[in-house]
Structure formats: C-alpha cells, structure tokens
C-alpha cells in the first residue's frame, strides 16, 4: 500500500505537486494519470525518496522509503528508461543492484531471461533501445520481487507486442495480491490496465475513481443531428430546454433531449432531418474533459479529439 | 517471453531478517567499478604513463650523467626521479576518483543505486571504500615498481637508491599513498559539483593553477600559503630530502591532504542528504 498525505513539492516559484493525497492499495493496477508536465513523475519520486517533499509525507506500509529494511525487495520502481551507465552491460546493472539487497545471482539470470534480454544481456547496454531499457528498468524493478512496484510511463518505446506484455505483466502482479502504481500521460492505456485511476493537473488531485466509475461517469450523451433547417431546429430545441452546440461542420450536438424527443420536435415543426445519432463520450474524452483546465503545455491548436476512443 | 509474465517469479513470502548490510554496498560498488570500461582504460594509463614517465626520465638521466655538471650530480635525487611518473598518475586517479561519482549522475544510475539502498552516507562510505582501496593498490604498485625500475636503469656511474636510503622507503610508499589520498580528494569535488567535466576541471585546476595564483602573492605570504598546496604536499613526500624551505614534514603534509579528502567528502555527504537525487 502506497499513501500520500498533502505531498508537496515546490521549485522556487514553480508548485510542481501541490497538497496531492491518494491512496493505492493492494490487490489492483492502480493508474496515475495526468497530462505531461502535472507532477506524476516527481510524485514517485518523492515516494521512493529520492527528492525531499517541500511539505506532507508519502509511506509504504506506512514507511518512509528511507527506513525500509530491504528496499529493492519491498519496492520496485522503473523510473526513468535507461537511467544506466551506457558501458555496462544489463547484466551488470542488475548484479551491482541485486548485491545492495543481497539478492543471489541466478535471480539476475531469471529476470533476463523474463524480460527476454537474454541475447544481449553481456553487451553494453548504450547500445540498446529505448524498449530494452523499458525491459531491463522492468527487470530491475522485479529484481527483489517486491510487494510494491512503481512504473513510470512503462510502455513508452515498447512496439505492440511488448506493450501487449507489459499490461499482462502489470494486471498479473496485481493479481498476486501487489500494489501496482503505473504512471501513463494516455487515458487509452490505462483503460486496458488499471482498476482505479489516480488523475492529476497542475500537481494538483482531480479525482481518484474506479474505472468503472469514470466509464459511467463519461458517458455523458449528446445527441448529434444534421438538418438542412438547423437555425430554426436550434431554436425549437432550445425553447424546449436543450442546450445546442453548432459544430463546425454545421451539425448541431444537442444536450438534454433525447433521439426521441428531437425526432418528435423535428416532425411537429415540421424539420427535414438528414442525420439522429445518438453519441457517447469515450474514456479519453472524459479524462480531456477532467483535465483541460490543469494542462500545463498547450499547443498552438487545440487538437480535435473527437473520434479518438479506446 | 511470450508465456505468462510472472510464471518464472516465486513470491518471497518473508524477508529475511535485518536489513541490507554495509558489505552488501561495498560489493556493489566493487561490481560497478570494475564493470564499465572507463575504469580499465584509467587505470592502465596510470599504470603504463607512470612507470614509462619513471624509466624514461631515469634512462635518460643515466645516458646523459657522463655531461651533466658537478652541482647537479651533487643534487641529484634518484628517489624522487625515479618516481616522477607519479605526477602523471595522480591526474588519471583522479579522473577516475571523479568519474566514479559523477558518472553516476549523467547517467541516472544514481536513482537506481539509491532506490536499492536510500541510506546515502553509507553509499558515499562504500564508494569512497572501494574506489580507494584499487586507488592505493595501482598506486602504491606504479610507485614501487618505478623506484625499482628506476633505479636498475639508474645504474654506475649514475647515483642510485635502494630502499634502505635514507627517506627512500617513505618517499616510494608515501608517493603511492599521496596520489591515492589526492584521488580522493577529487572524489570529494565530484560528490559536491556531481558533474564530471567540472570536476576534474577543478583537480586539475587545484594542481596546476592555483600554485600560480598563489605564488603571484607578496613571497613573505605566498610562503605561508604554498605549503598548504597538495602539489607541494606532494613534492615534499616525494623528495628523499627537504624539498623546499617552510614545508611540512612529510607526514604532516599527508595528514593535511587526508584532512582536505575527508572535508571535501563529508561536506559532499551532506549535500548529497540535502539534495535531491
């Protein structure tokens, strides 16, 4: 079990995490979302102890990292892709890890075999790709076979089939009964992975929720509906008590009545109706929709993000 | 790969009792050292640069002895000759005193090595530990063996030492040790700046160019000043003899150059605690 309590890191003027208190339990894949740049990176940072909160706490078990007995074999943490020194070789990497914690060699050669580096695990791993150091940063975050892992946007650089693995990977340690926190900046991945979703904006916590909690809450339905008469439509509707959005292709997106009543309305007027759809928001719509007001970056256009859908 | 992920995991279901130990880190840290090449590659410089610098300079001595003056004979030193190479090594040890830390940070190892074991101090401890021991032994090894190689190239007419000379012992295991304490003195800078392009800018700089800064002082206080120098801490050990008015003996100046690793080291630790990774 991971617990933060108000976790608080500033930069000089920059409020990286702000009062963020969650907690991740056993048992479940546990995703922390949040747009690039929202502080889910620091925040496991600050859990693992490697940079000192500004203010609150974060625990394991109810331990600070800093006082575990066996670190490695207690938490496993990927944190940064290839954070190795590009002239060693991955199985040096995880044998001058594994003897911090006494942890025996064929441990090491289990693992690589696990992650399927097996071939390359001699050669420096400068070398590799960006999806063999996710698998080796994977490995060594098997290393002691903890209760609790960390994984800090896994799949970044994986092909399919390796991202494929990771989520089986992931939804199998959870099923052993660990506490699994996955980081992802794609509402789509974790749809696939995680039980429970931590969301953050801006450091700040926008909600802790079930996924099926957020699917429910996500279908949010509009009706879409194209007509040749849409001025007068809107009108109709509108005095009716729907909220009307026109889009840009002049269809009108219709909130607050049902494909039946528009159907009736558009009849009794009488309007020619050219499409009646009704839609529902997808996952990653709900999750723009939670974030848009915490996302630290924009782009210079706001991309489209209708259609995109897990 | 393609079966199932966690098939080939068996659960620990008990940890074992206390906690990770110090000889665990100092294991670690030996693996480390020896596991990337850099390491090789710095400590076969020190060790060919120094003994050939060494036989060089002495076979060089000895062909031109029969012209060299009667007052340069007279102040010839075969002890501090014969270990001239060291002043090479003390710049590729300390490089790789630098490397071991800063390394460690341009590539991020750093978080791996501090999420399997948090309690930074001891970190430092058993680096320091391990990077010192190899810094004494290649050291110690490129003194002995060019005193050694020095003096049978040194050979009649040209004045040489045995070991038995008065200060020869000292100055060959005092001019090992020297270079293996300066090393950890740049391992002390690289703890505190953590980059390695600065760090070894700052030895080098320590060695090299502070003693100009300092010798353009007034002399009455250049004097007092230089002796605190570790290039002529270093001169002062090296030398069978007083090498220059107002210096240290020996080993006092040693004691200063330690004084100087261990305070350039623990104010890294606590930065280090400080800081974050």
């Known amino acids: 079990m991971i617990e933060a309590k108000g976790l608080t890191k500033h930069y000089g003027a920059k409020h990286a995490v702000e009062q963020l208190s969650f907690t991740v339990r056993p048992g479940a894949v546990t995703g922390f979302l949040g747009p690039n740049g929202s502080g889910k990176s620091t925040t496991m940072r600050m859990i693992m102890g490697l940079d000192t909160p500004t203010a609150g706490d974060a625990t394991i078990h109810g331990q600070h990292f800093h006082d575990l007995r066996w670190p490695l074999r207690e938490v496993g943490a990927l944190l940064e892709a290839k954070a190795i020194h590009p002239g060693r070789s991955a199985r040096a990497h995880l044998t001058m890890l594994a003897q911090t914690n006494h942890i025996p060699g064929s441990r090491v050669e289990t693992l690589i075999d696990m992650v399927g580096l097996t071939d390359v695990a001699s050669k420096r791993a400068g070398k590799f790709s960006l999806g063999m150091g996710q698998r080796l940063g994977i490995a060594a975050a098997l290393l002691g076979d903890p209760e609790t892992l960390l994984f800090d946007e896994p799949v970044n650089g994986l092909d399919p089939d390796g991202i494929r693995w990771v989520r089986n990977l992931l939804k199998g340690l959870a099923k052993e009964g660990r506490t699994v926190f996955v980081s992802s900046h794609l509402m789509s991945e974790m749809a696939l992975t995680a039980d429970e979703v931590v969301i953050i904006g801006k450091g700040k916590l926008i909600s802790q929720i079930s996924i099926d909690e957020l699917l429910a809450q996500s279908s949010e339905s509009f009706v879409r509906v194209r007509s040749p008469q849409g001025p007068a439509l809107k009108q109709a509707l509108e005095q009716m008590g729907a909220v009307v959005v026109v889009e840009d292709d002049g269809s009108l997106s219709v909130r607050g009545a049902n494909e039946v009543a528009i159907g009736e309305l558009a009849a009794s007027i009488p309007v020619v109706l050219h499409e009646l759809a009704p839609q529902t928001a997808s996952l990653e719509e709900a999750f723009m929709l939670l974030t848009e007001d915490s996302i630290e970056y924009h782009g210079s256009q706001a991309p489209d993000s209708k259609g995109v859908s897990s | ?277």
């Open chain 2, 1 to 277: 790969m393609t079966n199932s992920p966690t098939a080939t995991l068996e659960r620990v279901s008990h940890l074992p009792s206390g906690h990770y130990r110090f000889v665990d880190l100092l294991r670690s840290e030996w693996t480390k050292l020896r596991t990337v090449r850099s390491s090789w590659w710095t400590l076969g410089v020190t060790v060919l640069l120094g003994i050939g610098i060494s036989a060089l300079v002495t076979a060089e001595t000895r062909a031109h002895w029969s012209s060299m003056g009667p007052g340069d004979k007279l102040s010839f030193d075969p002890v501090s000759t014969s270990l001239i190479g060291l002043f090479l090594c003390q710049f590729a040890i300390g490089t790789l005193g630098a490397l071991v830390v800063s390394a460690e940070y341009s590539t991020g190892t750093i978080r791996a090595t501090l999420s399997a074991a948090p309690r930074r101090p001891a970190v430092v401890v058993a680096k320091a530990t391990v990077y010192g021991v190899v810094a004494f032994v290649v050291s110690e090894f490129v003194s002995f063996a060019s005193f050694f190689l020095g003096q049978f190239l040194l050979s009649s007419p040209a004045r040489h030492a045995t070991l038995s000379s008065p200060g020869a012992l000292r100055a060959v295991f005092g001019g090992g040790l020297f270079v293996a304490v300066l090393g950890l003195v740049a391992f002390g800078i690289a703890t505190i700046i953590r980059h390695t392009a600065g760090s070894i800018i700052a030895f080098v700089g320590i060695l090299l160019v502070l003693p100009l800064i300092v010798q353009a002082l007034p002399s009455s206080l250049s004097l007092n000043i230089r002796r605190f120098l570790p290039d002529r801490i270093g001169i002062d050990i090296l030398s069978a003899t007083k090498a220059f008015p107002n210096a240290f003996s020996p080993w006092a100046g040693m004691l200063i150059l330690c004084l100087y690793a261990f305070v350039l080291i623990s104010v890294g630790t606590v930065l280090m605690v400080r800081r974050d990774a």
